[in-house]
């Protein structure tokens, strides 16, 4: 590695100078982790990421996120995409289990919290996330048991792991211009739009490459991305998180591991070991929406998941209820 390059990198963009001099130190700690194992960064096995985080995991969990952020800019500075792939797979929702436990307590105190998780603190980030969904099972058969299956929605409705922030007074202003049927089809066009720079540019749509088919799979179907309304609710799809992987395999289990985007529970579609405990959990899935739709609306959506890997469909379609007076003034 360039030292001196990579430094110009991160200073360029715009990182802090404490920050630089901690992503270095993470990277020269990795660098020297390689050399033990007779590998070097240039040749980075992607899968083996897992390897070290665990390792840090071990003696220091502190240094995780240190460490993936500043892993995150060794790839882009490289164009080792295939890392930040491997990246988001361990980090992604990281904090969901986090959200969860505060928010029991919030809601339901911290003795019925500490009930739930009793001799099983949450796994930080960086442990393998196909270790995670046995976790998963054993916290929500605890939580359903103590607390019911309405108050167990409730809990995973709102998102654990919240969403990137959206342009909401541009999104305002252009569905007042608009309607809501004219405004879903350009987010819809202006997600293709997206998905072809990608393509052009060998970049990656959040964790994965974007090929021909996947645009024209998407190109021809409103309810990716934003989605189609139907009366007062609307209907969207989730873009799989390894669509190609998940349009490759001929296993249905395998298809549904590569559709789901969550770490906590997407594991046991892979070793098909799915069961009843798990049959909530896309409620969560559903509340990223939801966390959207509120701010546009400036009101309290409901949403909810219609079909998902999770209970053996091949898509995740989720369905978001609006009230018809929130609506009507959008229809034209």
């Known amino acids: 590695m360039d030292e001196k390059d990579f430094r110009k990198y ?7 100078q404490n920050l630089v001099k901690r992503y270095m130190n993470r990277i020269h700690e990795y660098n020297s982790y390689l050399e033990n194992e007779r590998k070097t960064l240039e040749d980075i096995n992607p899968d083996e990421l897992i390897n070290y985080t665990e390792y840090l995991v071990s003696f220091d969990k502190e240094l995780v996120l240190d460490f993936l952020r500043a892993i995150i800019h060794f790839a882009n500075f490289t164009k080792n995409y295939d ?8 980090s992604e929702s990281y904090n ?4 969860l436990f505060s928010r029991i307590a919030e809601i339901h105190g911290e003795e019925i919290r500490d009930a739930i998780f009793k001799e099983m603190p949450v796994p930080p980030v960086g442990v393998d996330p ?9 916290i929500l058969r605890r939580a359903e048991e103590i ?4 108050n167990i929605i409730e809990l995973l409705s709102p998102c654990l792991h919240g969403r990137p922030p959206d342009d909401i007074p541009g999104d305002k202003k252009k569905l007042k211009e608009l309607g809501i049927d004219k405004f879903l089809k350009e987010k819809h066009e202006e997600l293709v739009i ?27 179907d409103n309810m990716y991305g934003f989605g189609i309304r139907e009366g007062n609710t609307i209907y969207t799809k989730k873009i799989p998180y390894q669509f190609r992987k998940s349009l ?13 985007y969550c770490p906590w529970v997407r594991g046991a579609m892979k070793e098909n070991t799915v069961d009843e405990s798990l049959q909530h959990f896309c409620h969560c899935s559903a509340g990223w929406y939801k966390l959207y739709w509120d701010q546009i609306f400036e009101h309290s959506i409901k949403a909810e998941p219609v079909t998902t ?6 898509e995740c379609k989720i369905a978001v209820h609006i009230p018809e007076e929130i609506l009507k003034p959008f229809i034209k």
């Open 130 to 138: 196909e270790k995670k969904p046995e976790y998963t099972k054993a």
């Open 83 to 90: 890392l930040i792939t491997s990246v988001i797979d361990i």
């Open 96 to 99: 969901a289990m986090d959200t």
């Open 194 to 220: 997206r998905l072809q720079k990608h393509r052009e540019e060998g970049t990656l749509e959040f964790a994965q490459y974007i090929d021909n088919e996947i645009i024209e799979t998407i190109r021809n």
């Open 309 to 314: 890997a999770l209970d053996g469909s091949l």
């Open 248 to 260: 490759d395999t001929q296993e249905d289990n395998l298809k549904r591991f590569y559709i789901c």
């Open 147 to 150: 607390l019911g299956e309405d």
């Open 10 to 16: 991160l200073i360029e963009q715009n990182v802090d």
